[in-house]
């Protein structure tokens, strides 16, 4: 497991970082876990980095419906929120998860801690936490090969 910090003063700092990012998967996609209180700014980073991508549709938080596509840039995105399905809601899903983790694609889940951490395909973990200053502190952590070496090239 590989880690990687980076504090975001401002959105347009945090529009930089998803610029970053998203240079990193756009070509083979990514399975991306989302953990963060509510207004963190999971859905900012998601839009952000839909945007770097080329996602020309709004990007909008898909906390009703479960799961947004976006198919308007070379690579499809799909964003999941799994707030209102809860645990036994998730384990429904959990093989159609496991689908959106293979293949050229960038899947975003929102809430991912309703996951109860079953999933252990590879993937990256993007913690979004307040710091004192209103500032946000995203926290990237890489879990097998592709995944690990996309959070090791986020340090350069």
Known sequence: MTKYEKVCKTLED?????QKFAKL???DGCFI???????????AFVKEVAASIGITEKVTSPSFVILNEYHSAKIPVYHFDLYRLENEGVKTIFEE???????KQITFVEWAEFSQNQVPFNHIKINVTYEDDD?????FEGFGDECSKIVEELEN
């Not at 945090?14 to 998803?18: Q, Y």
């Not at 876990?33 to 859905?43: D, S, V």
């Not at 500032?135 to 926290?139: A, D, E, G, I, W």
């Open 97 to 103: 998860l496991r689908e959106y983790s293979e293949g």
């Open 14 to 18: 945090t529009k930089k970082l998803a």
């Open 33 to 43: 876990n989302l953990y963060g209180e509510i207004g963190a700014g999971k859905t």
């Open 135 to 139: 500032s946000r502190k995203y926290t």
């Open 25 to 27: 998967i756009e070509n």
